[in-house]
């Protein structure tokens, strides 16, 4: 079995962390009955054992002593990190997991990058490097950060690259949120967009995730909750609706939002823990959905959201749910996958559900996908037989689809906006190792990638006729 | 004679526990003890050393034994009274490159009741090859070669003669596909004068891994020069059989697992061959490979099975051969595996027609030979003839020679009469031209 090492960085990636660190113990808490330490639990926590005198791990099949998230949490300013040691959470994580400072980045893409990123250099490699120690088999590092502030993406993607050095064989799975037409940080385009950068050389897969899309989803839930029919009453232990059964005893504002994000990550990694008749790898996740090296931004999106209290009807439902899946209403990033061209899309469902399900509803949903001409058949499936808390099965979608070039677009638009005036500027010039061919770069970088998109989107209507090849005699 | 198995990958290692469960439970219906005990030899290994112990029950011991027992059961809080059931482990080495699977399908054995996997004939590592047949051909497969060709030569010094090895995979992914042709090569290294049939499986043509033609195509190109034969079952010939013929409603991986089982133990359980002089035949592999694979160019075997029903009908249903033999070979000729809508029209072209060797003329499915295995009742008086008609067969082989003949009067997994029928035909040329094409485009673009 292997293991995984979740960097967090910044608030917005500590927060969601923290969310995704609540939801895993409340997961195995379901499903490991017994309080042993298997290796579904090893490949996020370490079983340590204080007593020992060398702080030592303990290895799989002893029962619970204490568990440690294997993480690392990175923020420029202390108050998130200290809100997580003060909460319930403070026992998962210890002091050489944490790398704090004073004052943060200021919102400043240069300051997280260039100044922090090489003050703290030695130490974040130290730290990584120690979790690294602590894996028999380390298969992937998740990165959880936002693009749109100052530590996240630049101190974030200052991390990445030094994954990429120290640890060149390990997958790269960054976890980015991206910011809003209506943020409220003034310079979050230049931020992402030099983020985005960084992001196009360094990861293996990004999983892009929108604000707006977030709140959306959890307004329809709380629609929904509300009793927008009488007996549509929802099911309250969900792990995607609620924190409820979870460790902290109230809500904080953008938990609800968080939770989403964090029932990504648990699922996509649902099959590499658990059982299943046909099991998914995290190294299968870029083989089979990243057809070309920099094309690696997959839309997520997760059904079902709520499940209604009464008693569910099995098939309507199930099929129902992979129709959503492909609806734009779940997606996480705003994009309307179904009318732009799909490169290669992965499904990943949990729970009791089986092969002739997933066949009959690939071959339903087929005809009105459009897919490009050389993966006209390009799934990639995993089933999983443990479902989700909650829940009676789950579907995760994975789509590498060219509906992320207009978000691509929008983001282009907007840094123009604000380049072309130069404004704002002079914040990032200052920084000591900042020149403005840095800027010219990014958005040439971001150009290109919108190009390749483009061309991709361009053969979608064409018909490719098969490329000339040796035939069968006739 | 026995068989070695070697089961790679998710695939292998859940269709490998399906066969030898079918297998022993076959072996074990009241049969006739020859055929148990020729089935058990081929496929299983008995140690009474290390037996199961049980629980003492006073119940079942005789008298004498409870009087001594009791008295000691006096003394001691617990008492266990050994007992030497036989353990029938299979003869078969497991391999994958992550543990999960390699976990499940042995503890499924041991709760079988009636056998288990050895202990120590497994060989997993902890993360997977990524669905990339590169890293399991090139990277994963010479690094374990030592470990692998270890358990296989333990194994193997546990037959008394070896009658070959069947390696079973599936072509989709990376450590089947990769790491199986690794091993069979391997395999014809280290034992050359052995036969070697792979049993492969093919992915739904609608996709399981989106990879899955590159992995396929490789794996086949290197497998032809490696194998003595291979024999394939395809995912959506066995999904058609479940939900169609079988009627199931929700069918899982298990469900058709236990179909390509059921067909395959069909093919290898004892039979009374033509070369076997009234005993059952010790050279199974070595037979169906002489029977089939008459020409190195001409390696892919497909197989059906008549009669396919769910279990709960078969006490209803009455079988009389020429009903299963016509079936039987309408389902050869027009290329479909099962009985229920069979295409009646399609007939062999008329002798007059000449050679109009065309891929689907008419959608008739022409046989290079055949090889047709009868179990159950009254098999000496079953006709043939229907499979011994030239206009089936290509001409430059003589149908005396194309059609192979193995009989056993012991009925099969519970049916009363059963056909199985292996043929070397066009069956498979319609989903290998797609695979091949689907690859080629992937490969073509940009």
Partial sequence: MTQSVVVQVGQCGNQVGCRFWDLALREHAHVNKRGLYDEALSSFFRNVDLRKSDGGDCCVGGRIQHL?????????????????????????????????????????????????????????????????EHCDCLQCFFLIHSMGGGTGSGLGTRVLSLLEEEFPDVCRIVTAMYPSAEDDVITSPYNSVLAMRELTEH?????????????????????????????????????????????????????????????????????????????????????????????????????????????????????????????????????????????????MVRGNVQVSDLRRNIERLRPSLPFVSWNQEGWKTGLCSVPPVGHSHSLLALANNTCVKPTFMELRDRFTKLYRKKAHLHHYLDVDGMEQSIFSESLSSLSALIDEYHQLDATKARLIPDAQRLSIAR | MSVVTVQLGQCGNQVGQELFDVISSDAQDGQRKTYSSVSRERFFRQTSQGGKKMRYNKNKAPRGFYYDCCYVGKVLKYFFFFLRVPDFEARAVLVDMEPKVINHSMNRAAKSGRWRYAEASHFSQKQGSGNNWANGFRVLGPRHRDAVEELVRREVEHCDVLAGFIPMMSVAGGTGSGVGTFVTQCLRDVYPSSFVLNHLTWPYGTGEVIVQNYNSVLTLAHLYQLSDALLVHENDAVHRICSQQLNLKQISFGDLNRVIAHQLAGVLQPALTPDSCGAYSGNPLGELVSALACHPEYKLLSACSIPQMASASIAFSTFSWPALLKHLRQMLIANTKMEEGIDWQVRPPPASAGRTSSLTAGGFNASLANLLILRGKDVYSAETGGFEDPAIYTSWLPPAEALSLWKSPVPFDKYEKSATLVSNSQALLRPLDDMVRKAWNMFASR
Avoid at chain 1, 96 to 123: I, M
Avoid at chain 1, 261 to 283: K, P, Q, W, Y
């Fill in chain 1, 68 to 132: 440690k998230a294997r993480a690392v949490l990175i923020d420029m300013e202390e108050g998130v990190v200290n809100g997580i040691l003060q909460g319930p959470l403070r026992e998962v994580f210890d002091s050489t997991q944490l790398l704090t400072d004073v004052s943060g980045s200021g919102n400043n893409w240069a300051v997280g990058h260039l100044t922090y990123g090489s003050a703290y250099r030695e130490a974040i490699v130290n730290k990584l490097r120690k979790a690294a």
């Fill in chain 1, 203 to 347: 990861a293996d897969c990004v999983l892009p995730v929108e604000n707006q899309s977030l709140v959306d989803i959890v307004n329809k839930i709380s629609v929904m909750s509300h009793g927008a029919k009488p007996g549509s009453a929802l099911r309250k232990d969900s792990t995607v609706t609620s924190g409820q059964g979870s460790l902290s005893p109230t809500e904080k504002p953008f938990d609800a939002m968080n939770n989403i994000v964090a029932n990504l990550l648990l699922n996509i990694t649902s099959s590499a823990r658990f059982e299943g008749s046909l099991n998914m790898d995290l190294n299968e996740i870029a083989m089979n959905l990243v057809p070309f090296p920099r094309l690696h931004y997959l839309v997520p999106s997760l059904t079902p959201l709520y499940t209604l209290a009464d008693v569910n009807i099995p098939t309507r439902r199930l099929d129902q749910m992979f129709s959503d899946a492909f609806s734009k209403d779940h997606q996480l990033i705003r994009a309307d996958p179904k009318r732009s061209l799909y490169l290669a899309c992965a499904l």
